[in-house]
C-alpha cells in the first residue's frame, strides 16, 4: 500500500507542471463608497475546471488582497469588488488573475456613483515592453489621463513619447516599483500646451500593460481603450547603449543617435542636456549643429544643376570667381573633392583671434571675409596633385552654387533637396532664422570649462558646415540620397567615386568612400565649434547610422557607439575592431580661448 501512494504522489508530481499558469492583468480599479464602484466578470468557456487565485495590488505594489475560486466548466463569477475583497484597504490599484486555463474571459465595469458614467475594461494576459495609445485629449469638456501597471517583480523604467498631430514630440521618464501603477492625466503631462490632443508611445525596459481613459462632462460618460501592444525592443536596447556610452562620454552635454535599416521606422535615442544651464534634457527630435555633413547637401545641389546643364563641374572655377589662385587650372569638382590644393584657415592663428573675438561679442566674419583671408595663405600644393581636406573649396563652391542657380544657399538647398526629401528640421546658419537648438559648447580642457559658443554664430561656415539638422532629417538625406530618390544614377556615381589622390582616405564629393571589413560604407563626419555629427550608410543593408552632440570635439565613446551600431552589419566584427576604420575628415579645430 505504502509503495501505492508513494506511486500516486509521484505521479501527481509529474502531472502538476503540465498544467499551466495563465497570469491575467486588470490594469486599474477603483472602488470608493459612495463615489466608485466596480463589478468583475469572469467566465470559463472551457470544458474543465480551474482555480482561479485573484491578487489585488495597491498602486505602489503593495499586496492588498487575495481570494481563491473554482469554476467550474462553462461557469462563471459576477461580483462587486467589495465582495470579491471584503476587507480591501485602498480604494485604488490592479488585479492580478491566475488560472490553468488560457481561455478566460473577464471584463471589469467601474461606475461613477455621481456622474453616472461607466466604462469597462477586459482581462489582458501578455505585457509588453512597447505600448500604443492611438489619442489622448484635453479640450473643452474631454479630458483624457492614462494607465500604466507594471505586473512583474522588477522595477521599471518607462519613457512616454507624447506625439502632437504636427509631429512634435515631448518626451517624459517615469520609474515604476515592481507591481506598481502609475497614472498621470494629460493635462498634468503637457501643462504648458494645454488644450492638447496626442497619441502616446510608450517603451521600457519591462513589460507593462496599459489602458488610456476619456472622460466626457466630467464622469457622466467614460471610455476605457486599452494600450496596442507594440514590440519595441529595438528601441529599448539601442536607449541602453546610448545611455552607456554617453556615461563613458570624458565631457557630458548632449547625445543622439539613430539607425534605420531598410524600410523599417527609424530608431532614435537622446540623452543629456541640450542646454545645460537651464537643464534642458535633450530629445530624439532636438536639432544641433551638424559641421561639415554640409558638405554632402552642397555637392548634391551641384550635381543636380550639373544634370540641367546649368554647370560643368570640371570647368575651371575662373569662369565664375575671379582672384582664385590657380583658378584657370582649378575646378568646382577639385573643390568638392579636396584636389585644388588651396590653403585651409581653420587652424591659422587670425582664424582663432577671429573666433575670440566672436564669443567677446564681436562680428565673426563673413564667408567672403573668410574666403579673402584663406587667400592671403601659401597654396598646399599644385591643382590635382594631391589631396588636403580643404573647408576653403567649399566655401568657394557655394558662392559657385549661388551665381549658377541664382539663389542664395540657403534657398537652393531648400528647394532642392530638403522640400523634396522632406526634410522639415534642417536649417543653414547665418542664412536662414534658426528655430530652438542645443545649445552649442566648447570645452576648455585646460581650464576644465564648458564654454556656451553661440555668439560665434555659424555664418562662417556657410556650404563648408553650416547646416543644423536632426538625427532623423539626416536619415531621410541618406536614404533619399544613397537610394536614388535625389539624383539620377550617374551623378550618384561621380558623388561616390573616390578621388584617386585621396589614397586610403577615400573622398568623393562631399562624401567619404571606403570599406570595413571588405562592406562598402559611406560616411563623414562634422564638427563646428559648438557640435559634432557622423553619417554613415551601409548599402549593401541599406542602413543608416546618426549621431550628435552638441559640443565641439569627439569623444571616443562616439566612435564605439557607431561600432556598436553597425557590427551586427559587419563581417568577422570580433577578429578587426572597426574603431581605426571610422574616419574623422575633420582638422584639429584649435582650443577657444577666453
Known amino acids: 500500500m505504502l509503495m501505492k501512494w ?34 468583475l466578470s469572469l467566465v470559463n468557456a472551457t470544458g474543465a475546471a480551474t482555480a482561479v487565485t485573484l491578487t489585488a495590488y495597491s498602486n505602489d505594489g503593495t499586496l492588498l488582497a487575495e481570494h481563491e475560486q473554482w469554476l467550474a466548466p462553462q461557469a462563471g463569477l459576477h461580483h462587486s469588488l467589495p465582495t470579491l475583497f471584503p476587507n480591501l484597504a485602498e480604494d485604488r490599484g490592479w488585479l492580478q488573475i491566475k488560472s490553468s486555463v488560457a481561455e478566460l474571459a473577464g471584463l471589469m465595469t ?11 475594461l477586459p482581462l489582458g494576459e501578455t505585457p509588453a515592453p512597447g505600448l500604443l495609445f492611438p489619442l489622448l485629449e484635453h479640450h473643452g469638456a474631454r479630458q483624457s489621463g492614462l494607465v500604466l501597471t507594471n505586473p512583474g517583480d522588477t522595477a521599471a523604467i518607462a519613457t512616454l513619447r507624447l506625439i502632437d498631430p504636427n509631429g512634435a514630440v515631448t518626451t517624459q521618464t517615469l520609474n515604476l516599483a515592481a507591481r506598481a501603477k502609475w497614472v498621470g492625466m494629460l493635462a498634468d503631462l503637457l501643462p504648458e500646451a494645454t488644450p492638447a490632443r496626442v497619441s502616446v508611445a510608450v517603451s521600457a525596459d519591462q513589460p507593462l500593460v496599459g489602458f488610456a481613459l476619456t472622460f466626457q462632462d466630467a464622469v457622466s460618460q467614460i471610455f476605457a481603450v486599452p494600450a496596442t501592444a507594440i514590440d519595441n525592443r529595438a528601441e529599448h536596447e539601442w536607449r541602453q547603449l546610448v545611455q552607456q556610452q554617453y556615461e563613458a562620454c570624458a565631457v557630458q552635454t548632449g ?19 541640450a542646454d545645460v544651464a537651464t537643464g534642458v534634457a535633450t530629445r530624439p527630435d532636438t536639432i544641433a549643429e551638424i559641421g561639415s555633413v554640409t558638405k554632402g547637401f552642397l555637392a548634391a ?51 582663432v583671434e577671429a573666433l575670440e573675438a566672436a564669443y567677446a561679442g564681436a562680428p565673426m566674419w563673413t564667408v567672403d571675409e573668410t574666403i579673402d583671408f584663406a587667400l592671403t595663405q601659401d597654396v598646399n600644393f599644385a591643382p590635382g596633385a594631391d589631396w588636403s581636406y580643404c573647408n576653403t573649396g567649399y566655401l568657394m563652391a557655394g558662392k559657385i552654387a549661388e551665381q549658377v542657380s541664382g539663389q542664395t544657399l540657403g534657398q537652393l538647398i531648400r528647394q532642392r533637396i530638403l522640400e523634396p526629401l522632406g526634410m522639415g528640421d534642417t536649417y543653414l546658419g547665418g542664412h536662414e532664422t534658426l528655430p530652438e537648438r542645443a545649445t552649442p559648447y566648447f570645452w576648455m580642457e585646460e581650464e576644465q570649462v564648458l564654454l556656451d559658443v553661440a555668439p560665434v554664430g555659424l555664418g562662417w561656415a556657410g556650404a563648408a558646415g553650416g547646416l543644423v539638422s536632426t538625427n532623423q532629417d539626416l536619415m531621410r538625406w541618406a536614404k533619399g540620397l544613397f537610394e536614388g530618390e535625389l539624383l539620377q544614377p550617374e551623378s550618384l556615381e561621380q558623388m561616390l567615386t573616390a578621388a584617386p589622390q585621396s589614397g586610403d582616405d577615400g573622398y568623393g564629393l562631399g562624401m567619404g568612400v571606403g570599406e570595413i571589413n571588405g562592406v562598402t560604407v559611406y560616411s563623414h563626419t562634422g564638427q563646428t565649434f559648438g557640435g559634432t555629427a557622423y553619417l554613415l550608410y551601409l548599402p549593401h543593408a541599406k542602413a543608416v547610422f546618426t549621431m550628435t552632440a552638441n559640443i565641439g570635439q569627439f569623444d571616443q565613446a562616439f566612435f564605439d557607439l557607431l561600432n556598436l551600431a553597425m557590427a551586427p552589419h559587419l563581417s568577422d566584427v570580433a577578429k578587426n575592431p572597426t574603431t581605426q576604420y571610422l574616419k574623422n575628415y575633420e582638422a584639429n579645430l584649435p582650443i577657444l580661448m577666453r
Do not use: K
Open 6 to 39: 508513494i506511486f500516486a504522489a509521484f505521479t501527481l508530481l509529474a502531472v502538476c507542471p503540465l498544467l499551466a499558469q495563465h497570469t491575467y492583468v486588470m490594469p486599474h480599479f477603483t472602488e470608493r463608497q459612495g463615489d466608485w464602484s466596480t463589478q
Open 301 to 351: 545641389a551641384l550635381l543636380l544643376l550639373q544634370e540641367e546643364g546649368r554647370i560643368d563641374l570640371d570647368a575651371p572655377v575662373a569662369t565664375f570667381l575671379d582672384g582664385i589662385p590657380g583658378g584657370d587650372l582649378i575646378t568646382t569638382r577639385m573643390l568638392l573633392n579636396h584636389t585644388s590644393g588651396l590653403p585651409e584657415y581653420t587652424n591659422t592663428a587670425a582664424f
Open 110 to 120: 467601474f461606475t461613477s456613483l455621481h456622474g453616472g458614467g461607466t466604462a469597462s
Open 255 to 273: 547625445l543622439i543617435a539613430g539607425y534605420q535599416v531598410g524600410d523599417a521606422a527609424p530608431v532614435i535615442a537622446a540623452t543629456g542636456l
